[in-house]
């Protein structure tokens, strides 16, 4: 199985600031990667697939970029809506796996 | 608008079994692939189990397989999780969610509509 490891678990953050999260994948798996928000008692929200492409209707302060096994998902201009979980997602190959997830907080 | 709605989850004896329903509306429902992902309490995402567009190919996780079993019936835009020997360990609330891709034959994809969750408690 690939294993999905997210850092930071916490990241600590103030409104207009630029954070990034990062996701490292035991063996290639360009460019099958998601990154999903998710806020408190609510269901995963898809912001960005094949590693880089923006979901319709996401902000374009929501950025993803790879270098092989290596991912980072960044947001810029912190918005108060965007402190949640962050997860990101392989779906290179069987069986789909997850990060643990990156809580955002303020 | 793409809507899913998860039925069927609730309180079962360990041992027992349940299924699970997701009836999908607003989107041509066999041009998509269709999954099943679960979150434990206070816990991350875990994909449980993916089906094709026609239910012709059907995959699962380690910690499910041979236990859970996935179908579809796309007259009804539908697609289930018949769960049987159900352990403590399966406590989660259980989302379906839609493949991103048109006309994917295999179930490896973005999930870019999610329902709202089924809570499932595996509890004596």
């Known amino acids: 199985d690939i294993q999905m490891t997210q850092s930071p678990s916490t990241l600590s953050a103030s409104i207009g600031d630029r954070v990034t999260i990062t996701c490292r994948a035991s063996?290639?798996?360009?460019?099958?990667l998601a990154w999903y928000q998710q806020r408190p008692g609510k269901a995963p929200k898809l912001l960005i697939y094949q590693a880089s492409t923006l979901e319709r209707g996401v902000p374009s302060r929501f950025s993803g970029s790879d270098s092989w096994t290596e991912f980072t998902l960044t947001i810029t201009s912190l918005q108060p809506d965007d402190f949640a979980t962050y997860y990101c997602q392989q779906y290179s190959s069987l069986p789909i796996t997850f990060g643990q997830g990156t809580r955002l907080q303020i | 608008e793409v809507q899913l709605l998860e039925s069927g989850g609730g309180l079962v004896q360990p041992g027992r079994s349940l299924r699970l329903t997701c009836t999908a509306s607003g989107l041509t429902f066999d041009d998509f692939a269709m999954y099943w992902v679960r979150q434990s309490p206070g816990k991350g995402l875990e994909w449980v189990s993916g089906i094709n567009l026609n239910g012709g190919v059907t995959a699962y996780a380690n910690s499910v397989r041979g236990r859970f079993i996935i179908s579809r019936d796309n007259a009804k835009n539908s697609v289930f999780l018949q769960m049987n020997g159900l352990r403590a360990e399966d406590t989660a609330v259980y989302f379906c969610?839609?493949?991103?891709?048109?006309?994917?034959?295999?179930?490896?994809?973005?999930?870019?509509?999610w329902g709202h969750g089924a809570m499932v408690t595996v509890s004596s």
């Open positions: 969610a839609k493949g991103h891709y048109y006309d994917n034959s295999d179930p490896l994809d973005a999930f870019d509509f």
């Open positions: 063996q290639s798996i360009s460019p099958s």
